[in-house]
């Protein structure tokens, strides 16, 4: 399974920017996937997950500005982020399960077995 992220830069504070994720290899579409972030000097953080039924999780922190949302016949991922604030600077990776059943929240890194090679978010203030 490969995942290639794309769609980061750099934005002013308030601004938007919408990340995609695209994955090849997998069977089925029984699969959860996320997007996970890492800011220099700390440690890499859930950001957002969708299970294959469409069931989401959200951090605190981004809960009402990020939408995630994926496009099963496309084995897409997306990351639609509003109102960026500074904070949200950081690198954004895509990850994704092997085939797991629904009804669970797999919300920690260590449930995922794929990861893209990251793509850099920067917000200005």
């Known amino acids: 399974v490969q995942l290639v992220e794309s769609g980061g830069g750099s934005v002013q504070a308030g601004g938007s920017l919408r990340l995609s994720c695209a994955a090849s290899?997998?069977?089925?579409?029984?699969?959860?996937m996320g997007w996970f972030r890492q800011a220099p000097g700390k440690e890499r953080e859930r950001v957002a997950t969708?299970?294959?039924?469409?069931?989401?999780t959200y951090a605190d922190s981004v809960k009402g500005r990020f939408t995630i949302s994926r496009d099963n016949a496309k084995n897409t991922l997306y990351l639609m982020m509003n109102s960026l604030k500074p904070e949200d600077t950081a690198v954004y990776y895509c990850?994704?399960?092997?085939?797991?059943?629904?009804?669970?929240?797999?919300?920690?890194?260590?449930?995922?077995?794929?990861w893209g090679r990251g793509t850099q978010v920067t917000v200005s203030s």
């Open positions: 990850a994704a399960t092997s085939d797991r059943p629904d009804g669970i929240d797999w919300t920690a890194e260590a449930d995922y077995d794929y």
């Open positions: 290899g997998y069977t089925s579409s029984r699969y959860c």
């Open positions: 969708i299970n294959s039924d469409g069931r989401t």
